[in-house]
Every structure is written in C-alpha cells, then in structure tokens.
C-alpha cells in the first residue's frame, strides 16, 4: 500500500513537471511570431533607409557632376572678348595721346557734348590742366574733338562691360546656374573688374595733375599706374576666359596609362605654364615702354645704336630706378623679355615633338610659337619704323593673342589620366 502510495506521487510529480515544460513551449511558440514579425520589420526599415541614403548620394553627385549650362560659357566668353576689345581700345588710345583729354570722371558716364558751346565748355575745362599748356597749346577744337571722342570710346566700352557682367551675373546666380567653385571665381572677376575701373581713373588723374613744371616736360599718366591697369586687365582676361574654356570646351587627355610618359608630360606642362609667366610679364613690360615713350629712344635693331647695352642705361640715381624710369632701360628690358619668351616658346615646340600631348594641345603648342614668331616680328617693325599708330596698335594687339595661345595651351594640359 505504501508502495503504492509512494508510485502514484511520483507520477504525479511527473505528470505536473511535464505540464509545466508543455506550458512553457507553447507560450515560447505563441510568442516566436510576434518576435520574427518584429525583426522583419525593422529589417525591411532599415533597407529602405539605406536605399534612400543612396538614391540621395546618388543624385547629389549627379548634381555635383552636371556641367554648367552652356549659355554660362558663351557669357563669359563673351565678357573675354570685351576685355579684349577693350585692351586693344586702351593701347590705341595711349598710341593717340588721347587718354588725358577727358578731365572728369563719373560712375555712370560722362554726358557728351552736343552743341558746339558744349564742346567749347568742354575745351576750356581741358585748357586748364598740363598736357594743354605744355604740350597741346595750339591744338584746334576740331582735333580736340577727335582725341575726346577716343577717350569717350574707350570708358564707355568699359562701362559696358560692367554692364555685360553684371547684370547676367546676378541672373545666374539666383537662378542657380552658377556651381559652388564658378561662384567664388566669379566674385573674384566681379572685384577685378570694379578695380579696373578705378586704376583707370586712378592713371588718368596721374596726368592731370600738376608735375609737370619745365617745358622740356611730356605731360603723361604715370607709368606704374598705367602697368597695374594692364595687368588687372590681363588678369580678368585670363580668368573669363580660362573658365569659359572649362566650360565649353572641356580639355583631353592623353591616351596613355604610363607613367615615365605622364611624368614627361607634367614637366611640359610646367614648361608651358612658365612661358605664359614671361609672356605676361613682357607684355607688363610693354606698359612701362608706352608710359615712357621708350619706343622712340634707339630705333634700331639688334644693337642699341652702336652698343648692346647703351652708357646710359643706368645713368639715373639710384641704380634700380632705371629699370621703371629710365625710357633706355625700359626699352632694354622689353628687348630682351621678348627674345628671351621667344626662345623659350621655341624651345618648347622643339620639345612638344618628343612627347604624347593631346590632339588639340599639339595644335595649340603650333599656334603658339607661331604667334611668337609673328610678334617679335612685330615688335621689330614697330622699332624701326618709328612706332607708327597702325604697326604699334598690331604689335599691343599681338601680345593679347600670344597671351591668348598660351592660355589655350596651358588649359589643353590640365587632365591627366586616371
């Protein structure tokens, strides 16, 4: 009986244990559902969060990658070829003597004269100051009108192309056509020019004012001022029209993997943007030639007269102020700036031969020394012939283009393989 007892405990202990696990299971197995829906859940969240983080990548470095519109090329194209003009107006209005015959300045332009007490007005204002009392007494107002009308021609075509600028500028950008890097560029070309403006007044009123005391004196804009406002007018240049290269002409690559070809190429390269450098600085140089007359000192060529280097090429006191001041000098140091940016541009088409440049580099690289040749040339011309208005406007204008192909050149070989 006890034995009995003691077995029907011990099975019903079992039966109660076995329950309890069954229990367990079936609340395990209710539960597991909800668990793997859960999971599910958040799996499928996190999937379309992560394709939504793509498809944003994806379409910001789309938009990153997009060229700029093409219309924003042709503008700043457009604004180079102004500054062009406007270089070539500038060199031909120093050529004139035209450039001090306008003795006021106004922001938005000066009112032309349209009748003839206007213009008689006008005459009597220019009566008053250096150029007229020194050197021009006995012009006529029929030519006073001339070199007025050049000088006119000249601000006016720069204040159009403020207005070039400007204003479809403004429109770019608050249409969004302008990407981050363009912007910055363009707010540097927009202070470029505002400067441009004012150093043109800036040298004008160097001419006006009262210097000029002896009669042996040439009433004349100051030649520092007069280079500053032909190399921030160069340096405008450059930039338009590098960027509307960028833009609208976007530059190759040359076909090659290789790297001791690569390597070659960058030193080209280099070599190519060291002759720009001296191409710029000669045509600076030119500036100080203009300011001073220096063209009209030593019509001769190779030599200087009779000697390389003439006795008084360092007459003035101290020594480095011939170098800006001294118009024999001045005329030396163009000299040899010209045959020394000649010599090196040919050198580096000699070199150009050797190396693996892309299509329209190899043209750009034939443009160029082509040109160099053809503006010494000029240069030469110009010398001899006693700097004739028609020769010396051909020669200034010839810088610009050389700067031109080199320019060209240098944005043919920016890309490089991957």
């Not at 209710?30 to 799996?43: A, C, D």
């Not at 503008?75 to 003009?85: I, R, T, Y």
């Not at 002409?249 to 190519?272: G, Q």
């Amino acid at each position: 009986m006890l034995h009995l007892s003691r077995l029907c405990g011990v099975r019903a202990y079992t039966l109660v244990k076995n329950s309890t696990c069954l229990h367990k299971q079936i609340a395990t197995q209710q539960r597991k559902p909800f668990s793997s829906l859960w999971q599910k859940f958040v799996e499928q969240e996190q999937s379309t969060l992560l394709q939504n983080a793509k498809t944003t990548a994806k379409t910001v470095a789309k938009a990153s990658s997009k060229p700029t519109d093409k219309k924003v090329g042709y503008w700043l194209l457009g604004c180079s070829g102004m500054v062009f003009v406007a270089v070539v107006l500038g060199g031909v209005t120093r050529l004139t003597e035209s450039g001090l015959s306008m003795v006021t300045w106004k922001l938005l332009g000066e009112k032309m004269p349209r009748t003839e007490e206007q213009w008689v007005a006008e005459f009597e204002k220019y009566k008053q100051f250096p150029e007229y009392k020194i050197k021009n007494h006995d012009i006529t107002l029929s030519e006073f009108k001339h070199i007025w009308h050049m000088e006119y021609g000249h601000r006016m075509w720069g204040r159009l192309i403020g207005a070039a600028f400007f204003l479809p500028a403004t429109y770019f950008w608050m249409r969004g056509h302008f990407k981050p890097a363009l912007k910055n560029r363009i707010m540097v070309f927009g202070g470029l020019l505002a400067a441009q403006g004012l150093m043109g007044w800036y040298m004008v009123k160097s001419g006006l004012e009262d210097r000029f005391q002896g009669a042996s004196d040439v009433p004349r804009v100051s030649q520092y001022r007069l280079a500053a406002h032909l190399a921030l007018a160069l340096a405008l240049y450059a930039g338009l029209f590098r960027s509307a290269l960028h833009i609208l002409w976007p530059a190759e690559a040359i076909p090659t993997k290789d790297k001791a070809i690569i390597n070659a190429f960058k030193k080209f390269r280099m070599f190519a943007h060291s002759t720009k450098g001296l191409v710029f600085f000669t045509a600076v140089s030119g500036a100080f030639v203009a300011g001073l007359d220096a063209g009209l000192v030593y019509n001769s060529f190779p030599k200087m007269g009779d000697k390389w280097v003439p006795e008084d090429a360092f007459a003035m006191s101290p020594r480095i102020s011939n170098f800006t001041e001294n118009p024999t000098t001045v005329q030396l140091d163009h000299r040899i700036l010209g045959i020394t940016s000649l010599t090196l541009i040919s050198a580096l088409w000699l070199v150009s031969r050797k190396r693996m440049l892309p299509p329209r580099a190899r043209k750009a690289v034939n443009a160029y020394v082509a040109m160099a040749w053809l503006q010494v040339a000029l240069g030469i011309t110009t010398l001899l012939t006693y700097v004739p208005v028609s020769i010396a406007s051909l020669h200034q204008s010839g810088s610009l283009i050389l700067f031109t192909k080199a320019l060209w050149l240098t944005h043919e070989m920016k890309r490089l393989p991957k």
